[in-house]
């Protein structure tokens, strides 16, 4: 089995929760010029099967992301299939697809998801929601990918050590020459 399967076959869902999901390198890094400076197919693929899996076929999970998260996806994952994408932006006249859900605040969005055929909600980033998201009374785990190299990077995780406390850590992965640890921390 599976760390991922392994991890969710144990844990205890909290409803009207939300969850970070993000991966970053050993100085905290995210990206560069808004892209991810690694190519890590299997973190790919772990991130699909945590956001897309729902305990219910009838339902669809919700990914949460800020305005340059969402420019960042390559054409032709955007919107990200398979679960309801949700932009944040402030600017009200920011034009998203009609099967994407644009919010103008963190609280807006899950305010709306709360009345909608949602399972879970996942904030996937990028830094700048996170700043905000990491302290929200409503935030539960963090499911962090700790890439075992330093990159060239613009932009960073915010500080979550204080935030959170380890749950549970893979065996180490590697691919593509990267070493890497999927790791769940939960809000203390
Ligand atoms: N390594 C990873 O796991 C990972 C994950 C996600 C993203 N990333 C990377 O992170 C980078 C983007 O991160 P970022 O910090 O620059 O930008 P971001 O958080 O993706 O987007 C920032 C924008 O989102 C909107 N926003 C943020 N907080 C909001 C709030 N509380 N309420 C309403 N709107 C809000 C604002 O949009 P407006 O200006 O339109 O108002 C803001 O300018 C990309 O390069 C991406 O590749 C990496």
Not at 67 to 72: F, L, N
């Amino acid at each position: 089995m599976n760390f991922l399967d392994e991890f969710e076959g144990k844990r205890k869902r909290k409803a009207g929760f939300f969850d970070l999901v993000i991966a970053c390198d050993s100085q905290r890094g995210m990206s560069k010029n808004n892209a991810l400076p690694w190519r890590l197919p299997a973190e790919v693929k772990y991130f699909r099967d945590l956001t897309v899996s729902v305990s219910d076929p009838a339902l669809k999970n919700a990914v949460i992301m800020g305005r340059k998260t969402w420019q960042s996806l390559p054409l032709k994952f955007m919107p990200l299939p398979g679960r309801l994408n949700v932009v944040l932006s402030r600017d009200s006249g920011f034009p998203v697809p009609l099967d994407v859900l644009r919010c103008a605040s963190l609280d807006q969005a899950l305010d709306q998801l709360s009345s909608e055929t949602v399972d879970r909600l996942f904030v996937i980033g990028g830094a700048d929601v996170l700043r905000h998201a990491m302290s929200h009374q409503r935030c539960s785990l963090l499911y962090l990918t700790e890439i075992k190299q330093r990159f060239d990077c613009d932009t960073f995780l915010p500080e979550y050590e204080k935030l959170f406390r380890l749950l549970s850590s893979s065996e180490p992965q590697s691919e593509t020459g990267i070493e890497y640890i999927f790791k769940v921390y939960e809000r203390r």
